[in-house]
């Protein structure tokens, strides 16, 4: 294979598995047009997410909340920063997670949402959104699995009520004051099942082949750049590729413009154990498959190597 695949969700997952799973196996990144994710909930999203990062910084602030490592609320600019990385990434962010009931089971490993009351519209639109991003996601994972010969339904369960997370992203017109070497999100890998990108199309988002090179991803306008995440490569024993990706800083005009994305990190439940596969273990490799590990463990691992937790 020598392009990324650039499918239509609309067609049948049994036409399409082949072709995004080689897609996910060679590059660990396709392209997903057709995903099912309204326009007009887009926009809409769009316009919340740019009206509350027009807010005064102290506003925004008052939304940073100590000690959960970002996973919900504000972060501010330059506080993530890729693992190895030797300086912070230029963007803010937001982050949307699910509402368990309290006495929910898995209630002690997310925390509740905060909203901006400033934008009134705010938390309607991102709970529509969060929503209609698991959808569209639990559609590709009915793929892949099709393509990894499992169930078209075997992701299901290992999704429901996962500690999935909606990100608003403002990469903002590049200071003239940036460290050497920054850019708007140095080269990092995922830490979760799979991820669904809006707003990919605008250039910068680049992907490391197995040549070491890097490759430009570029999506139509309002298709999903979907990539696979530390997480799915773990559990298919390196079948499918968590591949290193960047986002890098614009040239020319583009320096003095506003970026904006909302990428879906789709989580397994934090319960749910991550074992890699038989189907995904050749017969004299057992010894060499990674062990099984709680996804939430995993995720906290992972957490403290970018400095969030």
């Not at 499918?240 to 439940?269: C, D, K, Q, W």
């Not at 074992?275 to 062990?291: K, N, T, V, Y």
Request: aromatic share 8%.
């Amino acid at each position: 294979m020598s392009d990324i695949a650039s499918v239509s969700l609309e067609r049948p997952l049994s036409e399409i598995a082949v072709e995004l799973g080689e897609s996910f196996a060679e590059f660990g990144f396709g392209i997903v047009r057709d995903h099912g994710i309204p326009d007009e909930l887009v926009a809409r999203a769009q316009a919340a997410s740019e009206a509350f990062f027009a807010l005064p910084d102290e506003t925004k602030r008052a939304y940073k909340i100590e000690g959960i490592a970002g996973a919900r609320g504000y972060t501010p600019f330059g506080q993530e920063q890729a693992k190895d990385a030797e300086v912070f990434d230029l963007k803010e962010f937001w982050h949307v997670g699910r509402d368990l009931a309290p006495d929910h089971d898995l209630a002690k490993f997310m925390e509740p949402n905060v909203w901006p009351a400033e934008v009134p519209e705010f938390e309607a639109t991102m709970r529509e959104l969060f929503l209609a991003f698991e959808t569209t996601g639990r559609r590709i994972l009915s793929a892949i699995a099709i393509h990894l010969g499992e169930d078209a339904n075997f992701f299901d369960s290992t999704i429901e009520d996962g500690n999935s997370v909606l990100r608003l992203l403002r990469y903002p017109p590049l200071p003239d004051d940036a460290p050497d070497g920054a850019i708007r999100a140095a080269a990092h890998g995922d830490i979760n099942a799979i991820t669904l990108l809006l707003g990919a199309e605008e250039a910068g988002l680049e992907l490391l082949t197995r040549k070491g090179e890097w490759l430009a991803v570029s999506p139509p306008p309002g298709a999903l750049a979907v990539n696979i995440g530390d997480m799915l490569e773990r559990l298919t024993n390196g079948r499918l590729r968590s591949t290193t990706h960047r986002v890098v800083n614009p040239r020319g005009e583009a320096i003095r413009r506003t970026r904006y994305s909302m990428p879906f990190f789709l989580h397994f439940r934090p319960d749910f154990e991550i074992a890699p596969l038989e189907s995904c273990i050749a017969e004299g490799e057992q010894d060499h498959a990674p062990e099984p590990i709680l996804a939430h463990d995993f995720l906290m691992q992972r957490l403290r190597e970018i400095k969030l937790a």
